[in-house]
């Protein structure tokens, strides 16, 4: 411990001395010399104490008189200090854990051998190949309908859909601004033939149209903004090359993560649930003839549930009104017919208490299965009850908001989650909804689905039934686009009032509501008009709704409260001021509150005035416009991609690594890696067979082996917690250190073999040896995967040097080292190797 303190006020070269003191009497000199010039730097009447570095306890006192030494002492000293305890162990240990908090949301995942693994591994590939097959034939379809086959697909945009000053991205070259296509001739040639031409920061580039069409992008951010940090400069391609790259690594990281869970999902069994007569009676009750979707959707999930051991994880996109609720009802009954219960989850009250209501008047003949709402606008008493007969089991099916996700709701037996409207969701509400995916079917409803959930759909890692056939009565909703005007508003919701109908007045804010209520009240005096608002008593929200259901209110002013789900037949209007100010998703949603019944329904969306608009706002509104036939909002959502904030869909972090090369490039890369996902995988070896034939057995000092409570027993220690896997190295390693204070030199050679073992084993090494110059590994892993993790990898001098042929990585040295020499070159090269296993599944 002295040695540590000492580097509080020595010299970088006189710390590493104090480190590797040899005898207590010269820490006991060093700890005079260092109290001296303590009293010196410090004057005050008491000196502060420190504990003998081989005393048997460490008092809170020494500690804290040392850390209030170390606040005050001068930045040099300190980043001494820092750097001497932030040794080649503790940077490793550091870089492993922040990785692995950044990494895993979800509860610890069981090991899996290899053979397992590789059933799995393929389960997971054939379906996903059937997503890929699914999304190219709808693309085909697509352009076979325009006279443009498109066989296979591809984010790649077509040049002559470019404008001048359009952002692209060539894979090659980096990013540039599109000028303009053009005829020229060819060197070889004396016809001429259309060129597209591509500023860069340096000049200009040239590419045949066809070229074009095969290496271009259009370059998109996930913010407003489309214009890139700096163009790509024609001259040196590598710093492009490094942008690529981190994309591809971080697109990497992303599939495995993704594999990784449902790898970990199809591992979870539980028994089918039994199909029963009283499903077919359930489903007899249904007072409308399913659609063709309809029925293939319903389909699936009895499939899901009645036929798979493993835990359903479902999405069902179907357009507003098209009958997504009705799905959900025969799973939940299914379910709950066996015993278990469910859970259905909803964004907002208003949408939860229509659940509550369609679900009870469902199963109201059912006396024996008990529906109950559980809302922040309950009683504290109502609540503690409902919790009490939620843990009991006394309670069926369970309604509610976010407030169900918490961690006082104990379930009895819960069979089923059915959650409507992922997207509205907060990030932790989304976490903690993952953490129930690994246990109990889930069912997801959703009209606009958020894009990380439609890309896992497309992609086969999630299984998706799409509802794209409208009910036979409905009519297309008319979507109207304006700059806001009084006399339109008017126009708008007279012509609906003059029909027997009732409107919706909708604003982003609650801030505006009164405003709107006065102006409305003046142009409508003789007609009933309410306010209804999230911040409202639940009393009064749910008696407001209920007036405008019955059609004692005809003008509701509201938020977007009304978003989800709200089923009012005779609602036809609706009214969105300042439109830009929602998301696409809302929009989407929000338009399709009305044309429920067999009347053409009206959406005016207005907004302030264009010159004040963003692009990005504007396109948005156009996308809306655009999509005005039913059941388009499965292609909005792959169009609300390239427009939508992209850091509530893949994490914060991702959103640099997308901008390092735009959507489109990003999308491309990730249906690469998903189609590759079985050659990205390292398959450890076990500890004991990673051999390191080097050499090297270090001798402890004797006064470090005194200063050890049992030696034999801690050295055994390591070894064992080394075999066990990397988290119980660095565990054990800490707990040394935290008792014993830092290891001598020798110690920390013997720590860094154990390490060195460790990390080669986990990385499917199998031997290292040294010869002369040359450093071999004999490894299992692939070229491909050896060149990705080369990729990933932080540091160009370990990139550089390494070599695979012949199954082994190999690398020549400048020179022969000595044995602890080459045992560290080898400890930092395959610390940088590790850093690359989040972009491998590991099994």
Sequence with gaps: MAAAKASLLFSPSECFKASFLSSPSECFKKECFLTTRLCKLFPTTQKPSFPSPFSSSITLTNVLNADAVYTKLPPRLRNARQEQDRDAISLLNERIR?????????????????????????????????????????????GAAHDAPQPTFSYKVDPYTLRSGDYVVHRKVGIGRFVGIKYDVPRDSKEPIEYVFIEYADGMAKLPVKQASRLLYRYNLPNETKRPRTLSKLSDTSAWERRR???????QKMVVDLMELYLHRLKQKRPPYPKTPAMAEF????????????????????????????????????????????????????????GKQAMVLAPTIVLAKQHFDVISERFSRYLNIRVGLLSRFQTKSEKEEYLSMIKDGCV???????????????????GLLVVDEEQRFGVKQKERIASFKTSVDVLTLSATPIPRTLYLALTGFRDASLISTPPPERVPIRTHLSAYSKDKVISAIKHELDRGGRVFYVLPRIKGLEDVMEFLEQAFPHVEIAIAHGKQYSKQLEETMERFARGDIRILICTNIVESGLDIQNANTIIIQDAQQFGLAQLYQLRGRVGRADKEAHAHLFYPDKSLLSDHALERLAALEECCELGQGFQLAERDMAIRGFGNIFGEQQTGDVGNVGIDLFFEMLFESLSKVDEHRVISVPYPAMKLDININPHLPSEYINHLENPMQIINGAEKAAEKDIFSLMQFTEN???QYGKEPYSMEILLKKLYVRRMAADLGITSIYASGKMVGMKTNMSKKVFKLITDSATSDIHQNSLIFEDGQIKAELLLELPKEQLLNWIFQCLAELYSSLPTLIKY
């Design 396 to 414: 069926d099916i369970i309604v509610g908001t976010h407030s169900l996700l918490g961690n006082r709701v104990e379930y009895n037996n819960l």
């Design 736 to 738: 040394l250190r935290r």
């Design 283 to 338: 489903a007899s009750q249904f007072p409308f003839e399913p659609t063709p979707d309809q029925k293939q959707a319903i389909s699936d999930v009895e499939r899901d549930l009645t036929e798979r051991e493993n835990p359903m994880d479902r999405l069902i996109c179907g357009d507003v009104g098209f009958g997504k609720t009705e799905v959900a009802l025969r799973a939940i009954f299914c379910v709950v017919s066996a």
């Design 245 to 251: 790259m981190k994309g591809k690594v971080a697109v």
């Design 98 to 142: 922040r990785e692995h908090a950044k990494r895993d949301h979800s509860p610890l995942r069981p090991t899996m051998d290899s053979e397992e693994a590789d059933m799995y591994i393929q389960l997971v590939k054939e379906q996903q190949q059937r997503g890929l097959q699914k999304l190219k034939t709808d693309r085909a379809r697509q």
